[in-house]
């Protein structure tokens, strides 16, 4: 109600009365103390006039502000205007009908709002600049000029000569869109990582009965999440909890023991045998493994009453198994030798080795203790500490040799409808590709078969949908986009 009578920015502090040009007592008075700050458009945070009211934040105060703001309405009435509650989202959505943000900037300022740990706020502020956004257009209008040249061929070639063959034209055409799509994939590789980081790196725990994962949870977490007991196979389901390590988000799992599957017969009660129960524990156990990003498999010390060396580390068939059909291009292994302080401490500098399969000779192997004393310097610091460098290296930057300065940082703040898009535009390429190299592999002096104007359509797909991702194409469906962005945002901001 202020905002019209002034020009140019301003500050008022004094006191909110309920009615405007009542005198002031107590009575009428909510807040003595609040602060009003009035910025004119069109360098504000939404691209309008904007008026701020800063009051103390006590739950009376600002329920008495909120139901003195409607009694405005009565002043400033008869100039065609109203005061309203904000919808979800509303002050982002017109900085973007107006030019301040795009659609990359609004997603990012979602995923800061709801960011819970270090690493996800980072990856929010990344795409809060224009970065992306200049990738993206970048992108874009090289698609478009690269449909522009061929869309000459199909206007003009019947009035104009051209030196050129439409295999020898397009060649240039052709090598210009696979440097782009090689660069789209690499963003599309680190959109994926850099979901990890923001919906929660799967880390399993992998082992036999008994050798102490949920132990190893419970200290990880800092508390009793998982049932420890040594009686085998107390753990039958998949106990995942949320925990932040290192400033990574990560969804750890405690999964059944892994065993050999013999079903209990009819009148055996004996605890060595598997029963139904279990045997699906253990299923379900090795399908959350192969899901996982990070597998930790834990084992642990025993005594070798047979030998002289005194332990040995027993790894069962069934975990060797398990770890066969780990895919190591996607996941990670990492080995967890529990039970340390068994070792004496003259004797800890020859710790046992585990025979590990051959696949996953490479693997990092840490020695920890999951006893709760303070008295061992043997802990699980060390597996936190590993597990954290093997997070940034799951999360390490994808580039093409030009990462200068961290240049393509930024993409692993592309969201999942980001990376979508960017996978159709690929798709779209590959169409274009396949239809030049219909003509020998896209070589000139070979132009019988090229179809010019589906070429040219497979590039404006391609355009359409990156322009799409920052909502300034020409897709036609900017609303339906903005409905699902703005969906998950607080009421008004």
Known sequence: MFGSLFRHQWLLYGKWDVEPGRSSTNDYII???????????????????????????GPAVVKAVLAAVPECNSVISSGGHSVRYAEPGEFTRRAFYNDRLD???????????????????QLAVRSTSNTLKERYESWRNLLLQARGELEALIDFSEDQHFDDSP???????????????ARIKA?????????????????????????????????????????????????????????????????????????????????????????????EGIRRAKAHVLASDVVVVVLSLQEDISASSGFFVPVNDEIIATLSQCDLQRQRIVFAINKIDLLSESASHSKPMAILPASCVDSPVFYISCIDDSNTSVGTNSLLE????????????SSLGDNIAGSWDDSLGASERQRLLLAQSVEHLDQFLACVNQSGNGSAGQD??????????????AAQALGKITGRGDGGDVEEVLGVVFEKFCVGK
């Not at 597990?387 to 390490?396: A, G, H, K, M």
């Open 448 to 461: 019988s078969d090229i179809d010019i104007v589906v070429a040219a359509e497979c590039l404006r797909a």
């Open 31 to 57: 807040d003595s103390g609040s602060l009003v700050l009035y910025f004119p458009g069109p360098k504000t945070v939404t691209g309008e006039d904007v008026i701020e009211f800063h009051v103390h934040g």
């Open 187 to 279: 963003s599309i590789e680190n959109a994926a990582k850099g979901e990890l980081l923001r919906g929660g790196i799967k880390v399993a725990l992998l082992g036999a009965p008994n050798v102490g994962k949920s132990s190893l949870l419970n200290r990880i977490v800092g508390r009793d999440a998982a049932i420890v007991s040594r009686e085998a196979g107390t753990t039958r389901d998949v106990v995942e909890v949320n925990v932040d390590i290192g400033g990574y988000f990560c969804k750890l799992g405690d999964l059944a023991g892994l065993r050999a599957s013999a079903l209990r017969s009819i009148g055996v009660n004996s605890p060595e045998l598997v029963g139904e129960v279990e045997t």
């Open 386 to 397: 590993g597990l954290i460098d093997t997070f940034s290296s799951l999360t390490e930057v």
């Open 167 to 181: 295999s020898e034209f397009t060649l240039s055409v052709t090598t210009q869109v696979k440097g782009l799509q």
């Open 103 to 121: 659609l990359t900037q609004v997603e990012a300022l979602g995923e800061t709002l709801s960011a819970e740990t270090e690493q996800q706020r």
